[in-house]
């Protein structure tokens, strides 16, 4: 298995809902991330996950919570979303660099969020 | 901080023909990685081809290759042959090679290359 699996696709949510997005890959990356991306620009990192815990929180808004229960799934909880947070909501991992000749990010294909 | 800069929010190119992408980046550390990522309208990020600054040679995968130049900072991208699936986003992303793990990929703005028959 050579992929990082996001579900849902597509996520429509009001701004009183709560929603989670999922991330999963079983190729033993010990990091794990959370990307947004809005349309024509490039991805802007949220949280980084390294072996299963937060190492990286670029100051991202409390309405977002991330969970990472085990070394293969990654979450991210929504709450109370603005509509400018709409966006194409992307997970990758990675492998220690210092231990893999092969060393690359792999991307899921995305939560295309949208907050009405 | 590092920063890349893509210079060419657009290209274009003809079917068969060779296209190259600019990428420039700025960084006071002398080990790092860069990658090139193609983004489809399918959305997902695909790993086209990385470089380690260490190695002197130019990454090379398939119609894919680099022009590597460490002291000028500059890390193009040519595609050969060039095919109507080749048509995306491209991005130039730069990772420190300090951290052991869990780093965050610096990207570029991205460049939309069109294919055309």
């Known amino acids: 298995d050579t992929e990082v699996t996001q579900t849902p696709k597509h996520l429509v949510m009001g701004m009183t809902n709560k929603k989670s997005l999922k991330c999963e890959q079983h190729?033993?990356?010990?990091?794990m991330y959370w990307y947004k991306q809005k349309a024509k620009k490039p991805p802007e990192l949220m949280f980084v996950?390294?072996?299963?815990?937060?190492?990286i929180n670029e100051s991202v808004p409390s309405r977002f919570s991330p969970e990472c229960p085990n070394s293969s799934l990654l979450n991210l909880h929504l709450h109370a979303l603005q509509p400018e947070d709409s966006a194409l909501y992307l997970c990758?991992?990675?492998?220690?660099?210092?231990?893999?000749?092969?060393?690359?990010?792999?991307f899921g294909s995305g939560t295309r969020l949208t907050v009405v | 901080a590092q920063t890349v800069t893509q210079s060419q929010p657009e290209m274009s190119v003809q079917e068969a023909e060779t296209v190259t992408l600019s990428c420039t980046y700025d960084?006071?550390?002398?080990?790092?990685?860069l990658f090139w990522y193609k983004q489809p309208p399918s959305r997902q990020m695909i790993l086209v081809i990385r470089?380690?600054?260490?190695?002197?040679q130019n990454a090379t995968e398939n119609r894919f290759s680099v022009n590597f130049q460490k002291a000028a900072k500059s890390f193009s991208l040519k595609i050969s042959d060039s095919q109507l699936g080749d048509a995306a986003m491209y991005f130039c992303?730069?990772?420190?090679?300090?951290?052991?793990?869990?780093?965050?990929?610096?990207f570029g703005e991205g460049t939309q290359l069109t294919v055309n028959p």
């Open positions: 990758a991992s990675s492998q220690d660099p210092h231990r893999s000749p092969s060393y690359g990010y792999t």
């Open positions: 190729m033993g990356h010990r990091a």
């Open positions: 996950y390294s072996y299963e815990k937060l190492s």
């Open positions: 960084t006071s550390e002398s080990d790092y990685y």
């Open positions: 470089q380690e600054a260490y190695k002197q």
């Open positions: 992303a730069y990772r420190s090679a300090i951290e052991t793990s869990g780093s965050r990929l610096t």
